[in-house]
T-cell receptor, first 115, second 114 residues
Framework: AQTVTQSQPEMSVQEAETVTLSCTYD???????LFWYKQPPSRQMILVIR????KQQNATENRFSVNFQKAAKSFSLKISDSQLGDAAMYFC????WGAGNMLTFGGGTRLMVKP | DTGVSQDPRHKITKRGQNVTFRCDPI?????LYWYRQTLGQGPEFLTY????????KSRLLSDRFSAERPKGSFSTLEIQRTEQGDSAMYLC????????????FGPGTRLTVL
């Protein structure tokens, strides 16, 4: 079974600064997807960024980028130019290759953004 | 695309009562997932439907839990004889079934069992 670990229960960042959230995972599979989801307080979870394991290039979505290290089974999220609206719980998630597979989530990191 | 909706948003019940939650997925999505999220934790998978067929169930889904998706559209999750340990956020997600198969989440139903 796959496991996902987020070792930082809480992180804080100054507005406009950069922060990196860590995620490690354990799997014996070679093909899979990795995700970062954002869950604002009392609001629904939304997808931030996705990475296919077969792609060497790190995914980027505007201010969000990942550092995917397949051999190390590491998948960190970098948020640049942090904004107050970035404050939320961030969950790293793993999904096996192929549709219809469940997501396995880490325990989450609470990100606080200081004005 | 109105997104995934869930009803009710909050449910308070007494131990031993039955509760039912509803999820309406994004209209063209044929896959529907249920997850449970306890306070301060990440969501945990409960069960998954492709159209009306329930294809996978987690060991977390005890025999007090039952889920249906009768016409391949909305889904219901019923918990019988609720226990205090059932208190959690119940999340529904749906996906289109393409190669990427991204799951889109609803706002959740927060269950409190007294």
């Amino acid at each position: 079974a796959q496991t996902v670990t987020q070792s930082q229960p809480e992180m804080s960042v100054q507005e406009a600064e950069t922060v990196t959230l860590s995620c490690t995972y354990d799997t014996s599979e070679s093909d899979y997807y990795l995700f970062w989801y954002k869950q604002p307080p009392s609001r629904q979870m939304i997808l931030v960024i996705r990475q296919e394991a077969y792609k060497q290039q790190n995914a980027t979505e505007n201010r969000f980028s990942v550092n995917f290290q397949k051999a190390a089974k590491s998948f960190s999220l970098k948020i640049s130019d942090s904004q107050l609206g970035d404050a939320a719980m961030y969950f790293c998630a793993y999904r096996s290759w192929g549709a219809g597979n469940m997501l396995t989530f880490g325990g989450g990191t609470r990100l606080m953004v200081k004005p | 695309d109105t997104g995934v909706s869930q009803d009710p948003r909050h449910k308070i019940t007494k131990r031993g009562q039955n509760v039912t939650f509803r999820c309406d997925p994004i209209s063209e999505h044929n896959r529907l997932y249920w997850y449970r999220q306890t306070l301060g934790q990440g969501p945990e998978f409960l069960t998954y439907f492709q159209n009306e067929a329930q294809l996978e169930k987690s060991r977390l889904l005890s025999d007090r839990f039952s889920a249906e998706r009768p016409k391949g559209s909305f889904s219901t999750l019923e918990i019988q004889r609720t226990e205090q340990g059932d208190s959690a956020m119940y999340l529904c997600a749906s996906s289109f079934g393409d190669r990427r198969d991204t799951q889109y989440f609803g706002p959740g139903t927060r269950l409190t069992v007294l």
